[in-house]
């Protein structure tokens, strides 16, 4: 199970955001974060808890400590209003965390 | 264009059927296991169901077992959801999604647009 915090946020442009996600059990590293705007499929932003897919800006990081992983966005953009997930890929069923909405003031 | 494209949704009555189509283009789908993730309407990411590169392995979530069955033909580049014994609660974006993956982790890196299920009376 994955605990996502917080449900919702809301932060000016140019700050640095975190979200985090916990695991109730070892899951290696096998965690992923998606963006997904309104209307839109989800989109990868970060697999294997800290490497950044391609053609992502690099403001956005991924970090991990045993059962605790955080998405980080350095300086937040307005684009960046979206809801993101988490996501664990260690064992079935492959769960999200519930979601985390950010708006931009 | 390197894509997934879901068809397939539509409006039933509870306790009927319906089956999704998930085509590859693209790209050969022969080499990647395929997911479906669903989206109530307002709510979050729900994992349905996997089916591995070949077919010969796949899971369920507990809310749709017994009840969907995933297969593929990969000869048509396609994935399907069959889902039977549809229930209100089913209503939902349906997307699949492409897995890929190494030793340090899997991911899910191309997502189609979705298709819409909706189960109403």
């Known amino acids: 199970q994955l605990t996502q915090s917080p449900s919702s946020l809301s932060a000016s442009v140019g700050d640095r955001v975190t979200i985090t996600c916990r695991s109730s059990?070892?899951?290696?590293?096998?965690l992923a974060w998606y963006q997904q705007k309104p209307g839109k499929a989800p989109k990868l932003l970060i697999y294997?808890?800290?490497t950044l897919q391609s053609g992502v800006p690099s403001r956005f990081s991924g970090s991990e400590s045993v059962t605790d992983f955080t998405l980080t966005i350095s300086s937040l953009q307005p684009e960046d209003s979206a809801t993101y997930y988490c996501?664990?890929?260690?064992?079935?069923?492959?769960?999200f965390g519930q979601g985390t909405r950010l708006e931009i003031k | 264009q390197v894509q997934l494209v879901e068809s397939g949704g539509g409006v039933v009555k509870p306790g009927r059927s319906l089956r999704l189509s998930c085509v590859a283009s693209?790209?050969?789908?022969?080499?990647?296991?395929v997911h479906w993730v669903r989206q109530a309407p307002g709510q979050g990411l729900e994992w349905v169901t996997f089916?591995?590169?070949?077919?010969?392995?796949?899971y369920y979530a507990d809310s749709v077992k017994g009840r969907f069955t995933i297969s593929r033909d990969n000869s048509r580049n396609t994935v399907f959801l069959q889902m039977n014994s549809l229930r209100l609660e089913d209503t939902a974006v349906y997307y699949c999604?492409?897995?890929?993956?190494?030793?340090?982790?899997?991911?899910?890196?191309?997502w189609g647009q979705g298709t819409l299920v909706t189960v109403s009376s």
């Open positions: 996501q664990q890929l260690h064992i079935y069923p492959y769960t």
């Open positions: 089916i591995s590169h070949d077919g010969g392995n796949n």
């Open positions: 059990q070892g899951i290696s590293s096998f």
């Open positions: 294997a808890a800290s």
């Open positions: 999604a492409r897995e890929d993956g190494d030793d340090y982790g899997d991911w899910f890196d191309l």
């Open positions: 693209g790209f050969t789908l022969t080499s990647y296991a």
